[in-house]
């Protein structure tokens, strides 16, 4: 009769060296494979977003899992074809004229800037003549505009390239359809997988409740800020159409791309919009060019207000917890490891990152990992009713002392 013997346990030394090995290992497969990173992430991005849908379907229709994925996959890519077509001669003619409009303000940019600063200002009883001040504003716009012109003269290769990849982009979206569609399957799996790898005595519990708040983390994040973005792209190309701002379709499609760039996407946003109010010349309100384009500067300041104060905290809500100066560090880091999707997906990389951290830290010290599970667990203590005081006989009705 032959006896099991168990496999001994690893010293803490070994321990350290594996997870130090196997760190070493994982650091070396992403830099030597970073190229199907994007893919994945973006496959699983995709499938996260469109999971509910599929639930709602699977839960409240007779079809199963794989009919419900069958039939969101295929509408979200007849929709997004249907929506390319359309938008794609719109947005080529007025990217096309948009780039023409940026070449004019560089180039008349300095000689207008010059005729505007000979003019006085009169505001109320206060007149400005700002050619008093003395700075050369005209040999730093010909600076700037000659460092923009270099750049804006490499377009047309810009253009032949990106013609010329026209063949990748198409087979990079539909390999990460294909892995979106994978991920959508085994999407129900995945927390019982992670649970099950890492599965201690006692520890169970603890993997259920990060994975629900990373959950909460990334689902604030990404359906919020996709539906933010959209709602900000659809507000600008509104408010620019009714004011008679050229290009305002392509305009606001800017908007809400460079919405999901954390502070940059809403200054570019503001004075690019700005600029095109102030050199596309005559407007419906009859305003001069600079009077237009500070009415434009303003409208745009007012919508990225009322979107930081009051869209942002209802729709992505404050699930990240983050500190702007973070976010903002955090969105550098994330344009030299990914270029613009690390930049975008900076601020839930950082807080996933965060909630991993205070689980660790507070777990080397013998902590609750979850302080509020403390304050949830301790007992209310109701302290007891009063008792009703007594009533003050009258004078005449108390007794007499004893002598």
């Keep these: 009769m032959s006896t099991h013997l168990r496999s001994p346990n690893w010293s803490t030394p ?232 050229r290009y305002a379709f392509l305009l606001g499609v800017l908007a809400g791309i460079l919405d999901f760039i954390p502070f940059v996407g809403a200054f570019i946003t503001v004075a690019l919009s700005t600029a095109v109010a102030m050199f596309q010349g005559e407007n419906w309100l009859g305003l001069s060019p600079l009077w237009f384009g500070l009415l434009v500067l303003g409208i745009g300041i007012i919508l990225q207000q009322i979107e930081g104060n009051w869209l942002n905290p209802r729709i992505v809500g404050g699930a990240l917890g983050l500190h702007p100066l973070l976010v903002m560090v955090g969105a550098i880091m994330g344009s030299t490891l990914a270029g613009l999707l690390g930049v975008m997906l900076a601020a839930p990389v950082l807080a996933t990152v965060k909630l991993l951290g205070v689980y660790a830290w507070r777990k080397m010290f013998d902590l609750d990992p979850f302080p509020d599970s403390e304050t949830a667990s301790e007992p209310v203590v109701t302290p007891p009713a009063p008792l009703p005081a007594e009533p003050i006989p009258p004078e005449s009705q108390r007794p007499l002392p004893d002598a």
């Design 14 to 245: 070994t321990k350290l060296f594996v997870a130090a090995f196997a760190t070493i290992l994982l650091g070396l497969a992403v830099w030597r494979f970073q190229s199907i990173i994007s893919p994945l992430v973006v496959a699983g991005i995709m499938a996260y977003i469109l999971n509910p849908l599929i639930v709602l379907l699977d839960r409240r229709t007779p079809m199963s899992r794989a009919g419900a994925i069958a039939i969101v996959y295929t509408t979200f890519a007849l929709t997004v074809m249907a929506l390319l077509t359309v938008a794609s001669v719109t947005i080529y003619q007025q990217t096309a004229g948009l780039i023409n409009v940026i070449q004019e303000i560089i180039v008349n940019g300095p000689s207008q800037f010059e005729t505007f600063l000979s003019r006085s200002i009169t505001i109320g009883p206060w007149t400005f003549q700002p050619d008093q001040f003395e700075i050369d504003f005209n040999t730093l716009l010909e600076q700037l505009a000659a460092g923009f012109q270099a750049v804006l003269s490499q377009s047309a290769q810009f253009v032949t390239a990106a013609a010329s990849m026209t063949a990748g982009w198409v087979g990079w979206a539909v390999l990460v359809f294909v892995l979106s569609i994978y991920f959508a399957i085994d999407w129900p799996r995945f927390g019982g997988l992670i649970s099950d790898a890492i599965y201690q005595p006692g520890y169970r519990q603890d993997v259920k409740r990060l994975l629900a708040e990373t959950g909460r983390i990334w689902n604030s994040y990404l359906r919020g800020q996709t539906l933010l973005a959209t709602l900000m792209a659809v507000i600008f190309s509104i408010v620019l159409w009714i004011l008679g701002v």
